[in-house]
Each structure stands twice: as structure tokens, then as C-alpha cells.
């Protein structure tokens, strides 16, 4: 079956720009995470999302990102007035439901650069 | 931030050995799991290890846990070419709405050759 899909898969843009990154989770899947992963290290959490609702936002870095996933289903993380230091892969992940210790699935993610 | 450290950064070693990577991590958990990535690519799970169990096996895979020193392996054995990849350990923390919020460390890059 299809997994988690990310688009773009790459995104170039300039420094002070907005952008928005997609995730498309596995249907059915009512948990959904956003990390984001610098070169040479580990995903970082950023947001999870149980349904429609931000249940855990601790990990955005600033006010100047932000996700939403009106529908529960596919989710957008917004980046405005972006920084060189926002360029990273932004990984999305989702699992079928709350608790624990259910799998995460990841996407491929999204590789931004911020020139 | 990280929750702790792989050791080693870096494995080479060559098809048909045996690989150990390490991990430490800071804070009390419930779960450890262990994720593969492909260069390029996203995260795959491997295996999850409760806080109450000492070690786990799958496959070629064998994790162990000790809560006690706060930390963990990954041995693969048999290695083939195509377990080259990084490892990533990554802790379960509770969150608000019940989510299970993963904590990385940093990666241990295996290259095995043939």
C-alpha cells in the first residue's frame, strides 16, 4: 500500500521567503509528527498532530513555523521570513493511532535549502 | 536536542561480519526502538525494546537494554552490503494527547563492504 508521501521533495528558496511543506500520511492514520533532521544528526520533533488538533507543538522552534492539518489527514508545515539556519530535511512521520508503542512510518521528506 | 549518543559515528567492516552499535541515552523511557536510514531516504523501523525487557531479537537483528546504565546495542550479524545505511536509537517520551514523541541520538553510519 502507499506510505507517507512528502512534497516537494526539494526546495530551494530564498532567505525571507515563505514556504509550505506537504505530508500526505497513510490513510487511516490519526497520529501524525513532523520532525526535522540537520545534516549529520538525528531527527529533531517538532509537532504532533492526534486528528485535526496540535496536541504537542514543544518542539517548533519559533513563531515563525507553523502546521496545521484541517482535515486530520494531510498536513502543511509553514515556514515564514525563512532563515539559512531553517535549511534541513523536514521528515514527516504517522502512525495509526495514539499510545504507545505504536510504529511510526516516515516519509522520504523534504530537503530545504535556504539560500 | 538530542537525547543521547551513538557510538560509534562511524563502522566499516566487511560482508559476513558482525555489527555493534551503541547507545546512551539521558532521561527515564518507556520504549527504546531502532530506526535504519538509507541515504536520501526516510526512517525505517527495525525493532522496539520495552523498558522491562532486557533484550529482543529479529531476524539478524539483536537489541539489548539496560535501563540501568541508560543504554542499549544493535548487533547485526551476518552483515550484508545492503545494511549499509545509518542507525538511529530513539527514546519514547510521554506527550501531552498521548502521542509517542520520539527522541533521536545521532546516528551511527555502518558502510559494510564487500
Known amino acids: 500500500g502507499a506510505g507517507v508521501s512528502q512534497t516537494p521533495s526539494n526546495k530551494v528558496t530564498e532567505k525571507g521567503k515563505y514556504v509550505e511543506l506537504r505530508c500526505d500520511p497513510i490513510?487511516?492514520?490519526?497520529?501524525l509528527y513532523w520532525y526535522r533532521q540537520s545534516l549529520g544528526q538525528g531527527p529533531e520533533f517538532l509537532i504532533y498532530f492526534q486528528g485535526t488538533g496540535a496536541a504537542d507543538d514543544s518542539g517548533l522552534p519559533n513563531d515563525r513555523f507553523f502546521a496545521v492539518r484541517p482535515e486530520g489527514s494531510v498536513s502543511t508545515l509553514k515556514i515564514q521570513r525563512t532563515e539559512r539556519g531553517d535549511s534541513a530535511v523536514y521528515l514527516c512521520?504517522?502512525?495509526?493511532?495514539?499510545?504507545?508503542?505504536?510504529?511510526?512510518?516516515f516519509g522520504p521528506g523534504t530537503r530545504l535549502t535556504v539560500t | 536536542s538530542q537525547q543521547g549518543e551513538e557510538d560509534p559515528q562511524a563502522l566499516s567492516i566487511q560482508e559476513g561480519e558482525n555489527a555493534t552499535m551503541n547507545c546512551s541515552y539521558k532521561?527515564?523511557?518507556?520504549?527504546l526502538q531502532w530506526y535504519r536510514q538509507n541515504s536520501g531516504r526516510g526512517l525505517v523501523h527495525l525493532i522496539l525494546i520495552r523498558s522491562n525487557e532486557r533484550e529482543k531479537h529479529s531476524g539478524r537483528l539483536r537489541v539489548t537494554l539496560d535501563t540501568s546504565k541508560k543504554s542499549s546495542s544493535l548487533l547485526i550479524t551476518a552483515s550484508r552490503a545492503a545494511d549499509t545505511a545509518s542507525y538511529f536509537c530513539?527514546?519514547?517520551?510521554?506527550?501531552?494527547?498521548?502521542?509517542?514523541?520520539?527522541?533521536f541520538g545521532t546516528g551511527t553510519q555502518l558502510k559494510v563492504e564487500l
Open positions: 530513539a527514546t519514547d517520551l510521554e506527550v501531552t494527547g498521548g502521542g509517542n514523541k520520539l527522541t
Open positions: 532521561t527515564s523511557i518507556n520504549n
Open positions: 512521520a504517522s502512525s495509526i493511532h495514539s499510545g504507545r508503542p505504536y510504529e511510526q512510518y
Open positions: 490513510s487511516g492514520h490519526t497520529a
